[in-house]
């Protein structure tokens, strides 16, 4: 690929993940907010693209925005996502958070450009890092992250499943609910 | 292109998403926001990847971890802001001071 | 002048530069052709549906009804577009459009053919040889969750939101069976991309050995297709298959008899004709996936052809190819003529726990059958496979929940439950 074209592409897609970053900050509607967040990650999928890692873009919009997002949609309209209301989601404390965001962009920002000034990204592939070579490292030198991803996985399940079912065993308000009908029947 | 664009675009991604925890109050948002300042971490593992290419994948492979480490964040995530929906009827960070002392 | 006429192309496609001739040509060609596609296939599952109903279905306009999807479409292209009040405005717009979209990317990866030589240079009839063919495939289809999502969400209004609360938990179960019962084929296969895939699938089984008999007259009968030895994933693909693309037996995002509609049931005009559109190009994509994955793609019986139409042998692979993707589409009619509709919880249930854990044995399975018998001992995968067969007797022997939960004994300790 040409410098100009790789250059060109990354201004778009950068412009596209900073202006639907924003939107997902700033959105007066949850729904609208977990859509800009889609348009962000779909431009950092680009940008993955143009940086040679075609497998993990794919593999980004797959989980990402195929599935977490989707379960966030899910999660909302069960949480009963106002439709068409557009309500206050933000806290007072806006400016603070902007101060600080501000100031954790100038130093970033300021060490990042410091250190790595001059350094040019390849304008091709130079070395393999398609699929097989990410299968072959990740079987290979990563296998124990790899395990302990799986097991982390498997945790979140499990995890998830007991903190979300509704066990007419587990949680404190059954309890209350079952003391209640006891002592109704006992007034009886 | 020089490397720096990308780290500073990740750096922006990063700080919007700070701003973003810091400045919403409905859970489901908060989370959204932390899903931004994930993917500012994956641009820049990717970035160093394609410098590094010479090195092998580990960028790559490692962009592949954050993205399941999320997938269990959302599921538990998710799994809390539904029981406290339950619980409270809404999903507000401000009023699970429950705990506070 | 006519030998003129006879280098124009050579002349325009250097001029142009031929590498964004050709991907232009075949982007516009396979759109163009999936359009037109999807009118036929409307009329086909009329026609089809008629017939084993024993009605005639449509046929007044054009030869045997041809026609008639595209007056269906005229009309609903001049009919007025119609937003109710309730509706979230930009949503209910983005939400056909990303209903049709993700339908037609799918078919970036799909090889429809071998390749031609236009003008000395090579065009592979494939839009994109993606060395992550099938990843591209499954996060593409993933996309097509969103159009339902939105679509139910931003009506402002109770059914469709039910019905695309349902298919969102559908969809996502499904999509993770779909996932699974393709890494078998890349197993096989070793390789993702789809290009290597149909190439993994030529020729015939020669040298076929059944418990110690050889069987010679087999020999160069059966295709070296991947449905021969990956049955089992082709039959969770399918399932999932039908699922994902939200039809019957599956089609409980819409379920007309409690749902009206379902997700779509305040659209009307063009935008109902872009979910009606999307999902008939889903079901050809599923179909050509299903043909291309384990069904060896554009393979066949390749005939002589005398020396003067040589240059039309690219046309073979395109017609087998064609043919057995019509057969898949055949199936889907078929289906939705035959089987009610699933209840849900018998829907999430087999999804769950059916097509999931099958997908995982069957991945296990294909690894150790398919391991080097240097490297991996024959006591390891004996080993392997009585697990495995252990696993096997455990699940089914676990049984049928519709069943169980009708045992009153049963019954009475899952609701009462001991607060």
Same mark, same amino acid.
């Given at each position: 690929?040409?410098?100009?074209?790789?250059?060109?592409?990354?201004?778009?897609?950068? @412009?596209?993940? @900073?202006?639907? /970053?924003?939107?997902?900050? @700033?959105?007066?509607?949850?729904?609208?907010?977990?859509?800009?967040?889609v348009a962000t990650l779909i431009g950092a999928a680009c940008i993955y693209i143009l940086m040679f890692a075609e497998f993990v873009a794919w593999a980004q919009?797959?989980?990402?925005?195929?599935?977490?997002?989707?379960?966030?949609?899910?999660g909302l309209m069960l949480t009963r996502a106002p439709i068409g209301k557009y309500g206050e989601y933000d806290n007072d404390q806006k400016g603070l958070a902007a101060i600080v965001a501000a100031a954790v962009f100038g130093v970033t920002a300021w060490v990042l450009i410091d250190s790595f000034e001059g350094v040019e990204l390849p304008t091709d592939r130079v070395? /393999? @890092?398609?699929?097989?070579?990410?299968?072959? /490292?990740?079987f290979s030198s990563y296998v124990l992250p790899f395990e302990l991803v799986s097991v982390l996985l498997l945790a979140a399940l499990v995890g998830a499943v007991v903190i979300a079912r509704r066990d007419e065993r587990v949680t404190s308000r059954t309890i209350d609910a079952a003391r209640r009908e006891k002592a109704r029947e006992e007034d009886v | 292109?020089?490397?720096?664009?990308?780290l500073v675009l990740a750096a922006l991604l990063f700080s919007i998403g700070v701003y973003g925890v810091l400045a919403r109050q409905h859970a489901v948002l908060v989370l959204l926001s932390i899903e931004l300042m994930l993917?500012?971490?994956? %641009?820049?593992? %990717?970035?160093?990847?394609?410098?590094?290419?010479?090195?092998?994948?580990?960028?790559?492979?490692?962009?592949?971890?954050?993205?399941?480490?999320?997938?269990?964040?959302?599921?538990?995530?998710?799994?809390?802001? %539904?029981?406290?929906?339950?619980n409270r009827r809404n999903v507000d960070v401000e009023g699970l001071s429950l705990m506070k002392w | 002048m006519i030998d003129w006429i006879k280098q124009l192309p050579g002349n325009v496609i250097d001029f142009i530069g031929p590498e964004i001739i050709i991907a232009t040509a075949k982007v516009v060609l396979v759109f163009g052709v999936l359009l037109v596609t999807t009118l036929l296939v409307i009329w086909f599952e009329r026609r089809v549906i008629a017939d084993m109903q024993a009605r005639v279905g449509p046929n007044r306009w054009g030869p045997f009804g041809l026609f008639q999807t595209l007056a269906d479409g005229i009309k609903l292209f001049f009919k007025e577009d119609f937003r109710p009040a309730a509706a979230d405005r930009w949503t209910f717009v983005i939400a056909p459009v990303m209903a049709m979209v993700p339908a037609f990317l799918a078919f970036a990866v799909v090889p429809l053919g071998d390749h031609v030589v236009i003008a000395g240079h090579r065009v592979d009839l494939v839009m994109s040889d993606l060395n992550i063919g099938i990843l591209y495939f499954l996060a593409v289809g993933s996309l097509g969750v969103y159009g339902v999502v939105l679509a139910g969400w931003a009506s402002g209004?109770?059914?469709?939101?039910?019905?695309?609360?349902?298919?969102t938990a559908q969809m996502i179960s499904y999509e993770i069976a779909l996932g699974l019962s393709l890494v078998p084929i890349a197993l096989v296969a070793g390789s993702l991309s789809t290009v290597d895939i149909v190439a993994a699938q030529a020729g015939t089984y020669d040298n076929i050995v059944l418990f110690g008999r050889d069987l010679n007259f087999l020999e160069g009968i059966i295709p070296h297709w991947f449905i021969v030895q990956q049955w089992p994933a082709f039959l969770i693909f399918l399932v999932a298959g039908i699922a994902e693309t939200n039809r019957a037996p599956f089609d409980l995002p819409e379920a007309e008899t409690e749902l009206v509609a379902g997700y779509h049931t305040e659209y009307s005009g063009i935008r109902f004709a872009m979910?009606?559109?999307? +999902?008939?190009?889903?079901?050809?994509?599923?179909?050509?996936?299903?043909?291309?994955l384990f069904f060896g793609g554009w393979h066949g019986w390749n005939p002589a052809f005398p020396a003067a139409i040589d240059w039309l042998r690219w046309i073979v692979p395109i017609f087998w190819f064609t043919i057995k993707t019509v057969a898949f589409v055949y199936l889907f009619v078929w289906l939705r003529a035959t089987l009610p509709r699933l209840r849900y919880d018998r829907l999430m249930w087999v999804g769950w726990k059916r097509l999931i854990p099958g997908a995982l044995v069957w991945i296990v399975v294909t690894a150790v059958l398919n391991s080097?018998? +240097? +490297?991996?001992?024959?006591?390891?995968?004996?080993?392997?496979?009585?697990?495995?067969f252990a696993i096997l007797l455990a699940w089914v022997w676990r049984g049928d929940p519709r069943l169980t939960a009708l045992e009153p004994w049963r019954k009475k300790e899952v609701t009462r439950g001991t607060a």
């Open positions: 690929m040409e410098a100009a074209w790789q250059e060109g592409l990354f201004f778009v897609f950068a @412009t596209v993940i @900073t202006v639907s /970053a924003i939107g997902v900050v @700033t959105a007066r509607n949850v729904i609208h907010a977990a859509l800009f967040l919009v797959l989980v990402y925005v195929g599935a977490i997002v989707v379960l966030m949609l899910f070395a /393999a @890092t398609t699929s097989k070579d990410v299968g072959e /490292a990740i | 292109m020089p490397l720096s664009y990308v993917n500012a971490v994956n %641009i820049n593992l %990717i970035a160093f990847s394609a410098w590094l290419q010479d090195t092998g994948v580990p960028g790559q492979v490692f962009a592949l971890f954050i993205i399941a480490v999320a997938a269990a964040e959302v599921g538990v995530g998710l799994a809390l802001v %539904i029981l406290i929906y339950r | 209004s109770k059914y469709p939101l039910i019905g695309s609360i349902r298919s979910f009606f559109l999307g +999902e008939y190009v889903h079901v050809v994509a599923i179909s050509a996936m299903a043909a291309t080097d018998p +240097e +490297e991996v001992p024959t006591s390891a995968r004996l080993w392997v496979m009585a697990v495995v």
